[in-house]
């Protein structure tokens, strides 16, 4: 089996790009992981894929216009011979050109169960509005913040006192274990 090529655009520590990467290690995974990507080059998460032997490629978009920015980003991914993307923390909205070149090859991560809470401080949100459950879920990336199709959830129980935090760290855990398993799904169509 030929296993893609993935990148992995991230801004910080990059915690779900390490489980992305782990799970790429084993000799079943449909896909390597090509290069790891950041808006931010002193993202914790660029030391970390240095230190385990993964590519890396930073470019502050600060001072230069967008379609600027992602073409170069753009670039690189194609430069690394990316077939896919995965964003895993990447807190840059991609332009409707970007998503448009990557049309049905971008996948993100979400921390609440879509179509809930899109956007920003989803947990917050199904805590204050009394949801007794609470996730995260993989979708492909469209034009449309978060409206892509679902390609897999979790679930996650509201404990009585949680805290945003509190539930933040259960869904990140969610997380590691949902997104390498979605990912594999996807690399193999």
Known sequence: ???????????????????????SR?????????LVASDKPAAPGLIWATEHDIATFSHSPKGIPKAEYEAVIDAALRDAGVE?????GYMRLLSDDFVARWRGRIINIHPSLLPKYKGLDTHARAIEAGDAVAGCSVHIVTEELDGGDVLGQAEVPILPGDTPDTLADRVLAAEHRLYPKVLAHFTTR
Do not use: P, Q
């Open 26 to 34: 084993a000799t079943d995974s449909s896909y390597d992981v090509a």
């Open 1 to 23: 089996m030929t296993r893609k090529k993935v990148g992995i655009l991230i801004s910080g520590r990059g915690s779900n790009m390490m489980a992305l990467v782990e799970a």
């Open 84 to 88: 896919c993307i995965a964003l895993a």
